[in-house]
């Protein structure tokens, strides 16, 4: 099953071709600009690589959210349209999963994706691994970051990833003090995307692309003005 996944919704942005779970090609930009400008060109540029097109393709998988709600737009919008002309199914997959996914080695059993919301929020939760699978112990959502930290387990060992850390290294650092580890992974996740979109692929649970919902724990700028 060939999987083409995208991710929009933060700076990081990233492209990957799979194979069901085989990663065979991974483009990965940061930027401060919308990835509008580059995202049609890294699509072409990791197809034609494999010698591939959009028709090739059994179904999409796509960062639904939370995130950027403009980068969010953009991967979304663009997947629909593929999924349209290709008539193929579309996996939605959470950002926050996606993230704890890059956490699925590493020592901690704990692990926590932390992203910059803005306006002093986060967009967090806490999952646990447990063999080859993870539960979330707090949910996904929209937080302040003390009201997420004074959640935590302060005495277990946490492993935290996104682009919030930087941001709240001082208040992480309060709250879990020597308990509190931070991972050097990439940011960039379409490859663990693809990975979690092939299990709703495979599983048939797959949607149109005109059923695609963006993940939203909060509302826009937009929404909150009207």
């Known amino acids: 099953m060939l999987i083409l996944a995208l991710d929009t919704t933060t700076a990081s942005g990233s492209v990957a071709l799979l194979e069901k779970t085989r990663l065979l090609g991974e483009i990965n930009a940061e930027t401060s600009a919308s990835h509008s400008a580059s995202l049609l060109r890294s699509v072409d540029h990791v197809l034609r690589a494999n010698s591939l097109r959009i028709e090739d393709?059994?179904?999409?998988?796509?960062?639904?959210?939370p995130g950027s709600f403009t980068g969010i737009r953009i991967g979304l919008s663009t997947i629909k349209a593929f999924a349209f002309a290709s008539g193929k199914p579309v996996a939605p997959v959470s950002t926050l999963s996606a993230l704890a996914l890059k956490l699925k080695d590493s020592k901690s059993r704990l692990v926590s994706p932390f992203l910059d919301a803005k306006?002093?929020?986060?967009y967090a939760a806490l999952f646990e691994y447990r063999g080859e699978k993870f539960d979330e112990v707090i949910p996904q959502g929209a937080y302040t970051p003390d009201q997420f930290l004074s959640a935590l387990p302060a005495h277990r060992m946490i492993t935290l990833i996104g682009n919030g850390v930087e941001v709240y290294k001082q208040k992480i650092m309060a709250y879990l003090k020597d308990k509190a580890r931070f991972s050097a992974r990439s940011p960039f996740i379409a490859c663990e995307v693809g990975v979690l979109g092939y299990d709703i692929l495979k599983k048939g649970r797959g949607v149109r692309g005109e059923e695609l919902q963006p993940l939203y724990?909060?509302?826009?700028?937009?929404?909150e003005k009207k």
């Open 217 to 223: 724990f909060r509302k826009s700028q937009a929404e």
């Open 57 to 65: 393709m059994a179904g999409f998988a796509v960062a639904a959210g």
């Open 119 to 122: 306006k002093g929020e986060i």
